[in-house]
């Protein structure tokens, strides 16, 4: 019984990967286009809240407030690359392009394709955090060994997010209805998860919401924590939260799928 | 033919009281039909009928509300996997990679069959070949006209080796030229030996195509047969059509000859055409009267009526 399942879960992963390796070679078709953004986002912001704003801030937690924020960037960026592909780029995909009934014609299920879908979302965030590592390296404002780890965990904040976007993505009647998580939930989340100004700011019972319903705010604490090579008691917390979403999410949006195309 | 409980082993599609049903409509209502190997047999109906949807159920995408339904003698059910491993599938709507090119469409979806992609590379040039691709190898899919993107949709449906070939409309919104082209490939396709199920609306197309056909109406089977079996079990005698105008209709119903009209012509099945011509065309000056065997047109018109379909 035990070998059959671990079966079904190898099959599960072939199938996924190879709905992966699909959008990786769309992606790389358009490689020049697709890695403009990661690169140059992160500049800005460091460049205009970082050095601009920052100048006129003293230390925040003992740190210059680069320093503070180029963490929350980093976690910043793997939020929005990964949910814009899972919330927009799937919803071209099944919608627009098709690519899920051409895909579901062959031995592929629709629980390979979501699940692809969502690891290809992990992997834009994984390559935007890539990108600013090397960013945050040569500008030497993060440390070598924290980017490290920050690396692989930002893939599984990516499946995360992912997950997340593919939730909305499956129960959106149209593609213009996808703006409204991004607009009521992503926006919001950018600015008010300890992103830009220590999370302790805020009444704390926005800090509870933020800690209960805002999933980037554990990010953010994980990786600022190992860039500036700081510990902290939410990590238990933060851990918890990002693995149950994950994995709660994306069962959800599998399912939510299943039940608007397998009809 | 008669079914049996036993799968025979030439079988390759067999629905038995096959339904399918969306919340408040019936889709398929109990549909009996079954397919042979080496066969090209078609679904003809009018929009709406539920052709598409018994294809999304022989393709195992779509599970079944009632009914027995088995593919290479297994239950979609239970081996959808290992069915739609064997099937290629050309879908009513182009579902091709836009960002890819024609050669990569082919590799790529390959890969989903677990191909090895030196293998998938090979037959893809091979399937490029047979249908008069090599020069558009590596253009990008934007840029090919409907028949080409039709054609590479059927090319893409045999990357692997398929031993049931689905077509759903397969020269929907082609050109004269491009639906002769695909044609003879189909053809050329069924001598081989494969196994072909289409759906189609234009009566010509499973005229020249199918071996054997059912029609379909409000998700039932009316009919099942070769294009001429039916022709000559529905229609049996030669259509003689003329412009419907009063005097000619008061002719008929004076003269107890049955008509049928459809617009501006009438049409009358006979068994002595040539008299019947003669006669209108002597009463009714410069009237067009046109003298022509029954088509499976006619069978169909028959049956599903003139009631134009939403």
């Known amino acids: 019984m035990r070998r059959k399942t671990g079966e079904k879960v190898g099959i599960l992963f072939i199938g996924a990967y190879h709905v992966w390796l699909r959008n990786a070679l769309v992606f790389r078709k358009n490689i020049r286009v697709n890695l403009l953004p990661p690169f140059i986002e992160p500049l800005l912001y460091l460049g205009a809240i970082g050095f601009g704003i920052g100048a006129y801030i003293t230390d925040i937690e003992g740190l210059p407030y680069v320093r503070f924020i180029a963490p929350a960037i980093l976690a910043a960026s793997v939020m929005n690359a990964s949910f814009f592909e899972c919330a927009y780029g799937t919803y071209v995909r099944m919608y627009y392009q098709k690519t899920f009934d051409a895909l579901l014609a062959t031995p592929i299920t629709i629980h390979e394709v979501i699940l692809g879908e969502i690891f290809w979302g992990a992997t834009r965030g994984f390559i935007s955090a890539l990108s600013i590592s090397i960013i945050l390296l040569l500008l030497g404002l993060a440390s070598p060994s924290g980017l490290l780890l920050a690396l692989p965990l930002s893939f599984v904040a990516g499946l995360l997010f992912s997950g997340i976007a593919a939730c909305f993505s499956a129960v959106s009647p149209s593609i213009d209805t996808i703006s409204y998580p991004a607009t009521l939930f992503i926006a919001p989340m950018f600015l008010f998860s300890g992103t830009f100004f220590p999370l302790h700011l805020l009444p704390w019972i926005v800090q509870i919401l933020a800690l209960l319903f805002l999933p980037l705010t554990h990010v953010v604490s994980l990786i600022r924590g190992l860039l500036t090579e700081s510990t902290d008691l939410l990590w238990a917390l933060n851990i918890t939260w990002i693995v149950l979403g994950t994995i709660v999410f994306s069962v959800l949006a599998i399912r939510l799928f299943e039940r608007r195309l397998i009809v | ?310």
């Open chain 2, 1 to 310: 033919m008669t079914m049996s409980d036993s799968p025979l082993p030439n079988r390759v599609i067999e629905a038995t009281g096959l339904i399918k049903r969306y919340r408040e409509l019936t889709a398929v209502n109990g549909i009996t039909f079954s397919v042979t190997k080496g066969e090209l047999f078609g679904f003809l109906g009018p929009n709406g009928a539920g052709k598409t949807t018994t294809m999304k159920m022989v393709q195992c995408v779509s599970p079944r509300s009632g009914g027995a339904l088995k593919i290479f003698g297994e239950d979609p059910e239970f081996s959808g996997r290992s069915i739609r491993k064997r099937i290629g599938v050309v879908p009513q709507e182009t579902n091709l990679d836009p960002d890819l090119s024609v050669f990569d469409n082919l590799v790529m979806y390959a890969r989903f069959f677990d191909i090895s992609k030196s293998d998938a590379e090979k037959r893809a040039l091979s399937l490029l070949e047979f249908f008069e691709l090599q020069a558009k190898k590596d253009t990008i899919i934007e840029k090919l006209s409907g028949g080409m993107k039709r054609r590479l949709l059927l090319a893409r449906s045999l990357m692997n080796n398929p031993d049931l070939l689905i077509l759903d409309e397969p020269t929907i919104g082609l050109d004269p030229q491009a639906r002769h082209h695909i044609w003879e490939k189909l053809l050329k396709l069924r001598a081989e030996g494969h196994t072909i199920v289409l759906t189609t609306h234009y009566l010509d197309e499973a005229a020249r195509l199918c071996d054997r056909l059912v029609i379909m109406d409000h998700g039932n089977i009316l009919v099942e047969g070769s294009p001429d079996e039916l022709v000559r079990t529905y229609i049996g005698m030669d259509i003689v059509e003329t412009d419907n105008t009063d005097e000619v209709t008061r002719y008929l119903n004076l003269m107890d000859i049955s008509f049928e009209i459809g617009g501006e012509t009438i049409q009358i099945r006979t068994n002595k055409p040539r008299e019947l011509a003669d006669i209108l065309m002597d009463k009714f000056q410069g009237i067009r009267v046109i003298t022509r065997p029954g088509s499976l047109e006619d069978v169909f018109l028959m049956l599903t009526g003139r009631r134009i379909r939403e």
